[in-house]
């Protein structure tokens, strides 16, 4: 059985951000290298792909050397300011996964690319799941609501299982890398069940965290 692979170039913004797909990516871009990027991905309605930093640092200096899969990002909304810098807001598209990389080509990185969708079980077997992950991240949303942490109505929480689970895992309070893990699990049974398990655990610290010091300003936010 032969796989066609279909690959194709994406630029590549190299960040110490893990971006989920069906997520939101808000960017202040500075940089000449990458208002030349933003400015063709613009201009030929193309994404870009954002990727973890392995080594090296976001911005003025050598480009950084990303982790290999990465979630594509295509722009909804560009804010032109007077200095010449953008306000760029974008929504996460595709997994992908980097097969190889041009630091010559362009100021910027360039990856030879393919999708890397998740593989997703069966209606049956992920809506158990997802309203079973539901429930705790209802349940740790709201804690941070009621402290005054966070304006979100949980409410308006997908219904797709897998946006779901994007969505909680972008919520997470955790490092980059162990959202780079999250974005890297390879079938959509496995990234609930981790999902699961990690919000029971901050299900409890947020409570503990609440009754030790009441409303602690700052325990949230989406980085």
């Known amino acids: 059985l032969k796989v066609m692979i279909k690959m194709y170039e994406l630029p590549l913004f190299p960040l110490n951000t893990v971006l989920f797909p069906g997520t939101p990516l808000q960017l202040h871009i500075f940089e000449e290298r990458y208002k030349q990027m933003m400015g063709e ?5 193309k994404p ?4 973890l930093i392995r080594r ?4 003025l200096g050598v480009l950084a050397d990303p982790h290999r899969i990465g979630c594509s990002a295509k722009i909804i909304d560009v804010q032109r300011l007077d200095n010449g810098h ?13 097969l190889t990389l041009d630091s010559q080509s362009q100021p910027y990185l360039l990856g030879m690319v393919d999708n890397y969708p998740i593989m997703e079980q069966a209606p049956e077997t992920l809506q158990p799941l997802a309203e ?4 705790r991240l209802d349940r740790y949303l709201r804690l ?15 219904g797709n299982p897998l946006l779901l689970a994007y969505l909680a895992a972008a919520l997470l ?3 980059p890398i ?13 990234l609930m069940d981790r999902l699961t398990n990690i919000y029971n655990r901050e299900v409890a610290l947020a409570r503990r965290l609440l009754t030790d010091s009441g409303s602690q300003q700052g325990l949230f936010s989406l980085n």
Request: glycine share 6%; hydrophobic share 45%.
């Open 86 to 98: 953008l306000n760029i807001t974008a929504i996460g598209k595709d997994r992908f996964r980097i």
């Open 132 to 135: 079973r992950l539901l429930a």
């Open 144 to 158: 941070l609501v009621d402290a005054g942490m966070i304006e979100l109505d949980p409410s308006h929480l997908p």
């Open 56 to 59: 090296g640092v976001e911005a």
């Open 178 to 190: 162990q959202k780079q893990q999250l974005l890297s699990i390879h079938d959509a049974q496995s």
């Open 173 to 175: 309070q955790v490092p």
């Open 41 to 45: 991905c613009i201009a030929q309605e």
């Open 48 to 51: 870009f792909g954002v990727v």
